[in-house]
């Protein structure tokens, strides 16, 4: 079975700094994707950015970004020129790329991220 | 018009109350979930429907009741419900379910508090 942890239940940055929120995860899949979702105050939660664990090259969207390391079977979330508006939950996901329909998302258990003036 | 939307947002009941939650997707997609999220614990997905059909019950007990009439509406009816129910339930849509590039899109949560 897939599990998925996130180790820093809250962390905090002053604004316009860069901050790493860290996620680990296990499986023994080859071939899956993981995901980064944003969950602010009472907001709907919205996919930050994703990466396909057959491709080395770490995805990247805007000031967000990923550190993938496959072997090590991490995948960090970089933040950078940290805004208030990124102040949220933010939850690390895993699904394998094949499992038709019942495949399903695993989640991590969430970062609370909060971004002070 | 949001893409995924949910009502009521927040409901409180009695433990002996029926009462049901209804989730609307605006996307054109053909899988819609319900997952439930409570503070500290990973999101739990509850049921997963692929064109009305329900694919998925990850060991929910019967006294919540899912319904998909059409691949637009979701509904989760809810009947003596336990005070350990009380959370966060989030809908969400996809264009297909179990496809990880096809991600998936949430609604706003209704927050359900069982007295």
């Known amino acids: 079975a897939q599990t998925v942890t996130q180790s820093q239940p809250e962390m905090s940055v002053q604004e316009a700094e860069t901050v790493t929120l860290s996620c680990t995860y296990d499986?023994?899949?080859?071939?899956?994707?993981l995901f980064w979702y944003k969950q602010p105050p009472s907001r709907q939660m919205i996919l930050v950015i994703r990466q396909e664990a057959y491709k080395q090259q770490n995805a990247t969207e805007n000031r967000f970004s990923v550190n993938f390391q496959k072997a090590a079977k991490s995948f960090s979330l970089k933040i950078s020129d940290s805004q208030l508006g990124d102040t949220a939950m933010y939850f690390c996901?895993?699904?394998?790329?094949?499992?038709?329909?019942?495949?399903?998302?695993?989640f991590g258990t969430g970062t609370l991220l909060a971004v002070q003036p | 018009e949001t893409g995924v939307t949910q009502t009521p947002r927040h409901l409180v009941m009695g433990m002996t109350n029926k009462k049901s939650l209804k989730c609307e997707q605006h996307?054109?997609?053909?899988?819609m979930y319900w997952y439930k999220q409570s503070a500290k614990k990973p999101l739990e997905l509850m049921f997963v429907y692929s064109l009305e059909e329900r694919v998925e019950n990850n060991s929910v007990p019967s006294r919540f009741s899912p319904e998909c009439p059409n691949s637009s509406h979701l509904f989760l009816h809810l009947h003596t419900l336990q005070p350990e129910d009380s959370a966060l339930y989030l809908c969400?849509?996809?264009?297909?379910?179990?496809?990880?590039?096809?991600?998936?899109?949430f609604g706003d949560g209704t927050r359900l508090s069982i007295l």
């Open positions: 499986t023994s899949e080859s071939n899956y994707y």
């Open positions: 996901a895993f699904m394998r790329r094949y499992g038709g329909a019942t495949n399903k998302l695993i």
């Open positions: 996307l054109g997609h053909n899988a």
């Open positions: 969400a849509s996809s264009q297909e379910s179990g496809a990880g590039n096809q991600p998936q899109h």
